[in-house]
């Protein structure tokens, strides 16, 4: 593992391998890390296929420095943006799963020009505000803006998430799914059904708003990981299917 300095002071940890053109970009979820199961499958098929990869964790994510609490949509962004520029050359492939997604339309929009294609993983866009606050108690929203935070229950860790102010009003600062989303490039999005954050409706929207080649796969026994041995696989494949036709 190794670190990749920001002007800040902190830093983002990452793995990286060579490997032939075009790279590949992992990006992942909210509250997750570069180890989880997906991104260690992209890493094995990255080394059986000599394929370039590079995998991180976002600020105070993992083992990155920070304090999740400071973390926002945009420094989350920057931190990918960071990865790009600095850690890979030529055009990528990025990978983004659940919040991922959302980062990775983002930089795809910030750098078109080194983005060859976009995979995405029951994509969480704009998820601070329509699958977050638009469904939060009153109460729940009531501290948040008062309080700065928001404990909130989750069945993906041993401790609950702290949801910000600054988190929830920083991601209204990026949301992209009330317009079109201009993509010149080939898009395959996977959604479970079954996925209890992030409806598969919302991943029609998101299909909907993105001009281009976009397909998207429903899984109809899916839920959010999509980490079963046939959901990796279908992952994978879905990959393949990019790569083979990026000249």
Do not use: C
Request: glycine share 10%; proline share 6%.
């Amino acid at each position: 593992m190794e670190r990749l300095k920001r002007e800040d002071g902190e830093t983002i940890a990452y793995l990286a391998r060579g490997g032939k053109p075009p790279g590949l970009v992992w990006l992942g979820g909210f509250k997750s890390d570069m180890t989880g199961t997906k991104a260690q499958a992209l890493a094995q098929w990255a080394e059986r296929e000599g394929r370039a990869l590079v995998r991180f964790d976002y600020f105070g994510h993992g083992a990155s420095s920070g304090d999740f609490r400071g973390g926002t949509i945009s420094r989350w962004k920057a931190d990918a943006l960071a990865v790009i520029d600095t850690l890979t050359t030529g055009p990528q492939v990025l990978i983004g799963s659940s919040m991922g997604g959302w980062i990775a339309l983002l930089a795809a929009l910030a750098r078109p020009e080194r983005v060859a294609s976009l995979l995405l993983i029951a994509p969480a866009a704009d998820f601070t505000e329509d699958l977050m606050w638009a469904h939060l108690p009153e109460d729940a929203k009531r501290d948040i803006m008062e309080k700065g935070e928001w404990i909130w229950p989750t069945n993906y860790g041993e401790e609950p998430y702290p949801i910000t102010r600054k988190l929830i009003e920083n991601g209204r600062k990026n949301l992209i799914l009330d317009g079109p989303i201009v993509l010149n490039v080939p898009v395959r999005i996977l959604q479970g059904m079954q996925d209890p954050d992030v409806p598969w409706m919302h991943a029609i929207k998101t299909a909907e708003r993105i001009e281009g080649d976009v397909t998207l796969t429903l899984i109809k026994n899916g839920d959010h990981r999509l980490s079963t041995p046939p959901d990796l696989a279908r992952m994978l494949g879905a990959l393949e299917g990019l790569l083979a036709n990026i000249k």
